[in-house]
Protein backbone atom coordinates (compact mmCIF):
# COMPACT_ATOMS: atom_id res chain seq x y z
CA UNK A 1 0.00 0.00 0.00
CA UNK A 2 1.37 3.18 -0.62
CA UNK A 3 1.20 6.09 1.69
CA UNK A 4 2.64 9.97 1.10
CA UNK A 5 3.04 11.39 4.18
CA UNK A 6 3.59 15.43 4.60
CA UNK A 7 4.73 17.44 7.01
CA UNK A 8 6.26 20.86 7.32
CA UNK A 9 3.47 23.16 6.87
CA UNK A 10 2.37 25.88 9.47
CA UNK A 11 1.64 29.51 10.06
CA UNK A 12 4.16 32.05 8.77
CA UNK A 13 4.65 35.20 8.47
CA UNK A 14 4.61 37.19 4.65
CA UNK A 15 8.32 36.91 3.53
CA UNK A 16 9.21 33.51 5.52
CA UNK A 17 10.31 30.52 4.56
CA UNK A 18 9.20 26.36 5.38
CA UNK A 19 10.36 23.34 4.02
CA UNK A 20 7.50 21.05 3.60
CA UNK A 21 8.57 17.21 3.46
CA UNK A 22 6.93 14.26 1.68
CA UNK A 23 7.76 10.55 3.06
CA UNK A 24 6.93 7.75 0.83
CA UNK A 25 6.56 4.15 1.84
CA UNK A 26 5.23 1.20 -0.63
CA UNK A 27 6.98 2.93 -3.32
CA UNK A 28 10.09 3.40 -4.62
CA UNK A 29 10.58 7.65 -5.30
CA UNK A 30 13.61 7.39 -7.37
CA UNK A 31 11.47 5.13 -10.13
CA UNK A 32 8.42 8.48 -10.31
CA UNK A 33 8.23 12.03 -10.98
CA UNK A 34 7.00 13.56 -8.06
CA UNK A 35 4.99 16.96 -7.77
CA UNK A 36 3.20 19.41 -5.30
CA UNK A 37 0.47 20.94 -5.50
CA UNK A 38 -1.64 23.05 -3.57
CA UNK A 39 -5.20 24.10 -3.21
CA UNK A 40 -6.20 27.42 -1.80
CA UNK A 41 -10.29 27.67 0.41
CA UNK A 42 -12.38 27.55 -2.62
CA UNK A 43 -10.06 27.20 -5.57
CA UNK A 44 -9.26 24.20 -7.18
CA UNK A 45 -5.84 22.27 -7.01
CA UNK A 46 -3.00 24.19 -8.53
CA UNK A 47 0.02 22.44 -9.85
CA UNK A 48 3.46 23.99 -8.11
CA UNK A 49 6.33 21.92 -9.43
CA UNK A 50 7.56 18.59 -10.58
CA UNK A 51 10.73 16.38 -10.00
CA UNK A 52 11.44 13.94 -12.42
CA UNK A 53 13.07 10.67 -11.53
CA UNK A 54 16.61 12.07 -13.43
CA UNK A 55 16.23 14.98 -10.85
CA UNK A 56 15.09 17.45 -12.91
CA UNK A 57 12.52 20.32 -11.97
CA UNK A 58 9.83 22.30 -13.46
CA UNK A 59 7.76 24.95 -11.93
CA UNK A 60 4.66 27.01 -12.25
CA UNK A 61 5.65 30.47 -13.01
CA UNK A 62 4.02 31.38 -10.07
CA UNK A 63 6.35 30.44 -7.79
CA UNK A 64 9.25 29.88 -10.08
CA UNK A 65 12.38 31.73 -8.08
CA UNK A 66 10.67 31.21 -4.78
CA UNK A 67 10.59 27.90 -4.94
CA UNK A 68 12.45 24.48 -4.88
CA UNK A 69 11.36 20.86 -5.36
CA UNK A 70 14.27 18.39 -4.80
CA UNK A 71 14.31 14.46 -3.20
CA UNK A 72 16.97 12.69 -1.36
CA UNK A 73 16.04 8.91 -2.77
CA UNK A 74 18.20 7.16 0.43
CA UNK A 75 15.40 8.69 2.49
CA UNK A 76 12.71 8.16 0.19
CA UNK A 77 11.37 11.53 0.62
CA UNK A 78 10.79 14.90 -1.81
CA UNK A 79 10.92 18.19 -0.37
CA UNK A 80 9.50 21.66 -1.28
CA UNK A 81 11.39 24.60 0.02
CA UNK A 82 9.10 27.61 0.29
CA UNK A 83 10.80 30.92 -0.09
CA UNK A 84 9.64 34.91 0.05
CA UNK A 85 5.74 33.51 1.14
CA UNK A 86 2.92 35.70 0.15
CA UNK A 87 -0.23 35.58 1.55
CA UNK A 88 -1.69 34.33 -1.89
CA UNK A 89 0.37 31.33 -0.88
CA UNK A 90 -1.98 30.39 1.45
CA UNK A 91 -3.59 26.84 1.16
CA UNK A 92 -3.51 22.82 1.53
CA UNK A 93 0.05 21.43 0.08
CA UNK A 94 -0.12 18.13 -1.49
CA UNK A 95 2.34 15.83 -2.78
CA UNK A 96 1.70 13.56 -5.51
CA UNK A 97 3.38 10.67 -7.39
CA UNK A 98 3.63 8.56 -10.32
CA UNK A 99 2.21 10.74 -13.45
CA UNK A 100 0.31 8.78 -15.81
CA UNK A 101 -0.59 11.61 -17.52
CA UNK A 102 0.76 15.91 -18.26
CA UNK A 103 2.42 17.06 -15.02
CA UNK A 104 0.00 20.28 -14.32
CA UNK A 105 -3.23 18.54 -14.28
CA UNK A 106 -4.47 16.98 -10.61
CA UNK A 107 -6.01 14.22 -12.29
CA UNK A 108 -2.64 12.88 -13.71
CA UNK A 109 -1.33 11.85 -10.72
CA UNK A 110 -1.91 8.26 -9.07
CA UNK A 111 -0.97 8.55 -5.47
CA UNK A 112 -2.04 11.65 -3.18
CA UNK A 113 -0.42 12.44 0.49
CA UNK A 114 -3.43 13.85 3.19
CA UNK A 115 -1.57 17.25 2.84
CA UNK A 116 0.12 20.01 4.75
CA UNK A 117 -1.84 23.42 5.54
CA UNK A 118 0.54 26.28 5.17
CA UNK A 119 -0.91 29.75 6.37
CA UNK A 120 0.77 33.08 5.18
CA UNK A 121 -0.41 36.01 7.87
CA UNK A 122 0.05 40.01 6.46
Known amino acids: QVQLVESGGGLVQAGGSLRLSCAASGIILSLYSMAWFRQAPGKQREWLATVTSPGSASYADSVRGRFTISRDNAKNTVYLEVNSLKVADTGVYFC????????????????WGQGTQVTVSS
Open 96 to 111: VAEAFGTWNVADSWRY
